[in-house]
């Protein structure tokens, strides 16, 4: 059952990522696209979402089939969710932003997709390297230590208008910020999550193992929060509870316990 859903592609490889780290996080990647090369909206197939509560759809960076017509594919994908009654997040990836502008305008993509997104999840550096990527080069190697929060504000302000339903910021040691418009779509969290701005400090996990997965694992906790009804700063306290929890490890998953212990280490800072 576990596997129900998985495609096979006759041609490609599954695609992988080599991550070498070092102890306190800084990392290198080795990436082979593989059958990410050929995803495309058609292998979101009708049955599937039907099927399904909630679409999450990470890195389209890392899927140009999707981003062909300035991003048409990716949108037809997320409004096709939405009509099936799926509630829809986007994440996205660290890219070489002086490639990117060549390859594609982001800002035209982001309007095609963001009005069928109720959750738009990038990190602060994925946001900023991709909308305004020459603010981003002159940041230096640590771009987190210079950001105010009036900038932090402006990037989320354009999703809000290209109609993203909220915008989650993933900040690292910062913490998480939460910036809604019309909110998720679904009727029952309308008025709990219109038009919010709100923000969560980070969690100090007990020691630094590496900061691999970090970022997925935080928005696993926030929509796990989410889907069990909690309110938008428990679901931002959940993803900062999963992000401290992975850094304790030096891989992406043996750092993260039991949902209960992810929920409690949220509910106690």
């Known amino acids: 059952k576990e596997s129900l859903f998985l495609i096979e592609s006759g041609l490609k490889h599954t695609s992988y990522t080599v991550i070498l780290g070092r102890e306190g996080g800084e990392r290198s990647f080795l990436h082979n696209p593989g059958a990410n090369l050929e995803f495309g909206e058609a292998d979101a197939r009708e049955e599937d979402l039907e099927w399904a509560d909630h679409v999450h759809l990470g890195y389209p960076p890392l899927l140009p089939a999707l981003l062909e017509g300035g991003g048409k594919p990716l949108a037809r994908l997320l409004e096709r969710a939405c009509a099936a009654g799926c509630t829809t997040s986007v994440d996205m990836v660290m890219v070489d932003p002086r490639e990117e502008r060549k390859k594609r305008d982001w800002k035209a993509v982001f309007r095609e997709f963001l009005p069928y997104t109720d959750f738009f999840m990038p990190s602060l550096e994925e946001l900023e390297a991709l909308l305004d990527p020459e603010r981003f080069l002159s940041r230096g190697k640590d771009p987190l230590a210079?950001?105010?929060?009036?900038?932090?504000?402006?990037?989320?302000?354009?999703?809000?208008?290209?109609?993203?339903g909220a915008v989650v910021v993933k900040m690292g040691r910062k913490g998480l910020a939460l910036f809604s418009g019309r909110g998720p779509a679904s009727a029952g969290e309308k008025r709990t999550w219109k038009d919010r701005f709100l923000r969560v400090p980070a969690i100090a996990p007990e020691r630094v193992a590496g900061t691999t997965g970090a970022g997925d694992a935080a928005i696993a906790g926030f929509l796990a929060a989410f889907f069990e009804g909690g309110d938008p700063e428990m679901c931002l306290r959940c993803a900062a509870s999963a992000g401290s929890f992975c850094v304790e490890a030096p891989d992406a998953q043996s750092g993260i316990p039991s949902w209960e212990d992810v929920k409690a280490r949220a509910e106690k800072r």
């Open 146 to 164: 210079s950001y105010t929060e009036a900038e932090v504000a402006d990037l989320a302000a354009r999703c809000l208008e290209w109609e993203a």
